[in-house]
């Protein structure tokens, strides 16, 4: 069975094969392009991000998905510039919000990005509130800080924020700590915090993964209905293809520093063109067959300090392995991963593959993608949105408003 | 000021943070029910109180408090009331000194501030200013002390038969009555009129153990307050800034570290002639701050790396409230566990100097009237052995277990979940 995601239809498929001859409609909001990162260590400088280059545009889901440590965070991290100095540092590539090159803003300008545009949640909500305060003073740090308003007033604008993510009670709850609440609760605190200076685009660093999985799907809900009523942009940091199916509107995927495919959702689940992407898709378990044993992928994610030569998934990949099968003895070579031997293709182990647009609206790298030689290496843009699907209770005639709302009920 | 901090500590743990808190509170739920808010503060105070080791220690240090803020009430050679030759006077009151006014006038001013807890940050500070601008210059206008005291007038005069009527205080006798006018005064054994016995010089022994807890406690308060100040600062200047700074503070630490302190506070004292309490203080305090430091710094480290101060960033704040709002604050509650050893030990270090002749010359303090133990190298003399070395143990122990009842409740492994 496919892993299909649970919109129905594409309405709206506008993706851009080429930048210069269709002027997209409307700017990406945020475009990162040829963005490395690297990390000064006693063993030498790592590069966690590399050559990797998406856009996110207004009212869009992006979401970047990949095995801890491929480099997915520290993406996240550098476009609101929260690596540490040293050791981290940009070595090349562009930020672009809204045009803005924020890897080019002072302190201080980077200072009124921060929170007002670019709001960031993270993993973990039961330390990511300051436990010495009440909720309230910190959401209400913020409001005041950004959006320039008496305490009165941010109180007002914090309760507001917490009635939003569905906090019961506001009033009463705005005042209690942090240790008073769940972890549910924290996460929809933090939103609130993100949420209450209107950003445009929301970093959700792996915003679920902390949590049980009926409060995920509750978290999700909150973010999906929060978007569509204020139009903004998230950045859905994640591991869960679950996730992603639900929520994202255009995916990449990450391996090893890199974005190795990129998609449209819909297009990524139906034909993965990466044999990373498709080991992904092997390895979620399915209700429809009955595997004893779950397909993994041979191998673990290489470290950052020393990556394999040329694409880093070949020690990994049955593609190359079965490419290797029927041809030559001189075209092959043999690579030691996971404790066994075999032999994979001599350009797989020497030719690191750019990202190539493959086909309308997806890109891979991958050299044993058939139309790969043929494919122009172009910066992936995709300004793709999801079907709206809505719920009906019960075959009930849904008012008329409520289709168009676009919120599941 | 020390005393100040004194009643803080006994009284009134967390006098000031929830004022504002409460205020907020009120007037957004204009009126109607509040929860009541468990404030990690004050969680874990009343975690420190209901602990018994604490209460003994906080028992004990609230007994030493009251001593320095009272001294002259509890032991005095000048009586409270005298009636001679038909009138009425109050020697006592005449005679008192500045800073036991200055004493006196912050005792009160903190027991109605902590007292009030209605009164708003505004009128807490309007009272503090009050008393300040008002009570003090006319107290200290009012008050003319006569620098010439003459204690053995009021025996005199009682032996001539002038005085009707004389109240005393409980303890009739002054740290500095010598007993002049008394033969064989000096070194005497408990009994019903030196409830503890007399020193080499006559002076009662009580009264000079009471007088000298002021000494102890302003030396534990101020050096430790210094220390904290300077440690605090390039402790955390240290862990947020990392690289360079960090590398060369370090280095300036152990420079410190490899100092012995006693030795140093030897030289200090030996080489500047006039002695000063307030010399002590800034000696010990400057170089006892390197264990703040130390540990203000390793706290950062941990604190940067927390997720709510990468919130804190990502939300745009500034480096300013990052630093004080978030981090500080945080980290602020271990180094209070630190600090009340640190008084302790401060204490200890103020004993071991005047004992050893490097104190006060005119006043006494625990360590010297230990030293007066010794007689002049006639033997020991046990009483004056013991009782001082008892308040300083006492104290000492009593921080140490207060100090250890802060750090349990603070310590988030040993609380019980609620």
């Known amino acids: 069975m496919r892993w299909t995601p649970s919109c129905a239809s594409v309405t709206e498929l506008t993706a851009t094969r080429d930048n210069r001859t269709m002027p997209t409609p409307s700017q990406p909001l945020l475009e990162v392009s040829n963005l490395t990162i690297g990390f000064d260590t006693n063993r030498g400088e790592i590069r966690p991000v590399n050559d990797v280059s998406f856009s996110v545009f207004p009212g869009q889901t992006v979401a970047i998905v990949g095995e801890s440590g491929c480099g997915k965070s520290v993406t996240a991290m550098s476009i609101l510039r929260l690596i540490p100095s040293p050791p981290g540092k940009v070595i090349g590539g562009r930020v672009l919000m809204e045009g803005r090159d924020l890897l080019t803003l002072s302190e201080r300008e980077m200072r009124g990005v921060r929170g007002k545009e670019i709001a960031m949640i993270f993993q973990e909500p039961m330390t990511s509130l300051n436990p010495v305060y009440s909720i309230g003073d910190q959401i209400v740090e913020a409001i005041t800080l950004h959006q320039g308003v008496s305490s009165r007033e941010a109180y007002r604008i914090a309760e507001e924020a917490l009635h939003d993510v569905g906090i019961a009670d506001p009033r009463r709850r705005i005042h209690e700590y942090p240790h008073q609440m769940s972890g549910g609760m924290r996460q929809r605190v933090m939103i609130a915090m993100a949420l209450s200076c209107r950003p445009k685009l929301l ?100 470290n950052p300090a020393k990556f394999p030569t040329g694409c880093k998934f070949h020690p990994r ?93 | 000021m020390s005393i100040e901090a004194a009643e803080a500590l006994d009284r009134a743990p967390d006098p000031a943070a929830p004022h504002s808190r409460r205020e907020r509170t009120e007037r957004l739920d204009d009126g109607d029910r509040e929860p009541p808010p468990r404030n990690f503060l004050r969680q874990a105070v009343l975690d420190t109180v209901t602990s018994r080791g604490a209460r003994a220690g906080l028992t004990w240090l609230a007994i030493v408090a009251a001593w320095a803020v009272f001294a002259p009430f509890i032991a005095n050679s ?126 009662d022994l009580f009264s000079n153990i009471i007088h000298a807890s002021r000494i102890a406690l302003s030396v534990g308060f101020i050096s430790t307050g210094i220390a904290v100040v300077i440690g605090v600062f390039v402790g955390g200047l240290m862990g947020y800034f990392v690289g360079a700074v960090d ?161 349990d409740a603070l310590d988030p492994k040993l609380r019980k979940r609620d």
């Open chain 2, 78 to 203: 000048h009586p409270i009331l005298l009636k001679m030759n038909g009138t009425w006077s109050s020697p006592l009151w005449r005679y008192l000194t500045g800073s036991d006014i200055i004493l006196l006038i912050t005792f009160f001013t903190v027991t109605i501030l902590a007292a009030g807890r209605w009164f708003s940050p505004l009128a807490s500070l309007g009272i503090i200013a009050g008393m300040l601008v008002v009570v003090v210059p006319l107290c200290m206008l009012v008050t003319r002390t006569p620098t010439n005291v003459v204690y053995e007038q009021y025996r005199e005069w009682a032996a001539e038969g002038k005085v009707q009527k004389a109240w005393y205080a409980p303890i009739p006798y002054s740290p500095n009555d010598r007993l002049r006018d008394v033969r064989d005064a000096r070194l005497k054994p408990p009994s019903r009129q030196h409830w503890l016995g007399t020193d080499t010089n006559g002076a």
């Open chain 1, 203 to 302: 970093i959700a660093d792996e915003p679920t993964t902390a949590l049980d999985v009926t409060i995920q799907a509750q978290i999700l809900e909150l973010l999906r209905k929060l978007q569509k009523e204020r139009g903004m942009s998230i950045l859905l940091i994640t591991h869960d293809l679950g996730v992603v199916a639900e929520n994202a509107d255009v995916v990449g995927v990450m391996y090893a520093s890199r974005i190795v495919e990129f998609a449209t959702v819909e297009d990524l689940f139906d034909r993965p063109q990466h044999p990373y992407t498709e080991g992904l898709f092997r390895s979620v378990p399915k209700l429809s067959t009955d595997e004893g044993r779950l397909a993994t992928i041979a191998g673990t994610v290489p």
């Open chain 2, 247 to 407: 590398l060369f503070g370090m280095r300036l630490i152990e420079i410190f570290e490899a100092i012995p302190r006693l030795l140093l506070l030897f030289t200090v004292t030996a080489f500047i002639q006039e002695r000063s309490i307030y010399l002590l203080m800034t000696v010990i305090g400057l170089t006892g701050w390197t264990g703040y430091a130390r540990f203000l710094r390793g706290e950062f480290l941990t604190l940067r790396k927390l997720d709510f101060v990468q919130a804190a960033v990502a939300a745009g704040l500034p480096r300013r409230l990052i630093l004080f709002r978030h981090m500080l604050i945080n980290a602020l509650t271990p180094i209070l566990v630190n600090t009340t050893f640190g008084v302790a030990s401060a204490i200890l270090v103020e004993s071991i100097l005047t004992f050893l002749g490097l104190g006060l010359v005119n006043e006494s303090s625990w360590g010297s009237l230990l030293n007066q133990a010794r007689a002049g190298g006639a033997g020991v003399v046990l009483t004056i052995a013991i009782f001082p070395g008892l308040a300083i143990f006492l104290t000492v122990f009593a921080y140490n277990l207060v100090g250890e009842a802060v750090r």
């Open chain 1, 317 to 409: 990949c049955p593609r190359t392995r079965d490419a290797a099968a029927r041809v030559a003895p001189a075209d092959v070579v043999e690579v030691r991963s996971a404790g066994e031997q075999f032999n994979v293709l001599k350009t797989c182990a020497t030719r690191e593959p750019e990202l190539r647009e493959v086909g309308p609206s997806h890109w891979a790298s991958c050299l044993l993608v058939e139309s790969f030689e043929r494919s122009p290496v172009t910066t992936p843009r995709l300004r793709h949105r999801r079907a709206v699907e809505p719920v009906v209770i019960d075959g009930a005639a849904p008012p008329p408003g409520a289709l168009t709302t676009g919120m599941t009920l």
